[in-house]
């Protein structure tokens, strides 16, 4: 029993290990101006020598950098690395990049491509506008699905236990006072949207800001991504949205066939 219980210790440790590293460095992502060791000890609730050793590890392997002068800690160059290498393996990247850019040349907005992970919107890659007002790229950014066209143009397609596991997970946050925050009404929204085929952002995010998703399916018939455009209210007004939305919606299908997906193979019976 001995040498059984000694052999585990190890795993144990080595997952505790795992579980530190991942977590500093979800704190510096959280953390734009860069974090101090004593900060980093006290979040993990670790001895300070102890964070040290992990910080130097890191370091060494260029997953976190330090400032010289100031001593706090960013992530590191390796991330960037590893980040650009598994994006460059999506092909839907590859795919979708050029029809993005043909999107902002019809509809003259920032058009972008992101992926539903763990609940939010994953930017993957944007195509900018070349309007004075314009939205900014976000790639790489994380934000809430239900108060966003691209988030709510998956979700209204995904299988309904995801959209019921969605709900009983994360909070229908409110941004502006347009977000919807009432379930019933936010399952109405998805309903409307399987019933027209894109979703809006009105203003739910962002005060002034108007966006237009529509999803986007792959061969076996599942929605692996979204693609939207994003402008000014203004610009992106009620009379606008007919013709804007018939623009997103095709930008979205040729995505699709270009990832094998047939309508005929979409799969149903979900909602």
């Not at 010289?68 to 393996?89: C, D, K, N, T």
Request: net charge positive.
């Amino acid at each position: 029993m001995a040498s059984g219980s000694k052999a585990e210790k190890p795993n144990v440790y080595h997952v505790q290990v795992l579980d530190r590293v991942f977590r500093i460095l979800d704190i510096l992502t959280e953390s734009g101006s860069g974090i101090g060791l004593p900060e980093i000890a006290n979040r993990l609730d670790l001895h300070k020598s102890t964070a040290h050793r992990l910080m130097m590890v890191l370091e060494a392997n260029r997953f976190v950098e330090r400032n010289s002068v100031s001593g706090r800690y960013h992530l590191g160059s390796r991330l960037m690395e590893l980040g650009l290498s598994a994006v460059s393996q999506l092909s839907v990247y590859e795919i979708a990049l050029p029809h993005l850019r043909a999107l902002v040349s019809e509809t003259g907005e920032t058009a972008h491509l992101a992926v539903l992970r763990d609940g939010q919107v994953v930017s993957l890659v944007s195509a900018e506008s070349t309007q004075t007002l314009r939205t900014p790229v976000t790639v790489g950014s994380r934000t809430p699905a239900h108060c966003t066209s691209l988030g709510k143009s998956m979700l209204a397609f995904a299988p309904e236990e995801q959209v019921e596991a969605y709900l009983r997970e994360q909070p229908l946050k409110s941004y502006t006072p347009k977000t919807i925050t009432k379930i019933s009404r936010f399952k109405a929204e998805l309903k409307l949207i399987r019933e027209r085929g894109y979703a809006i952002d009105n203003e739910e995010r962002e005060v002034g800001l108007r966006c237009i998703g529509a999803p986007i399916w792959n061969s076996s018939g599942d929605v692996i991504a979204a693609v939207s455009i994003a402008g000014p209210a203004f610009r992106i007004g009620d009379e606008q949205i007919p013709t804007l939305s018939k623009a997103v919606v095709r930008t979205a299908a040729r995505i699709s066939t270009s990832m094998g997906y047939r309508e005929m193979r979409r799969r149903a019976g979900q909602h």
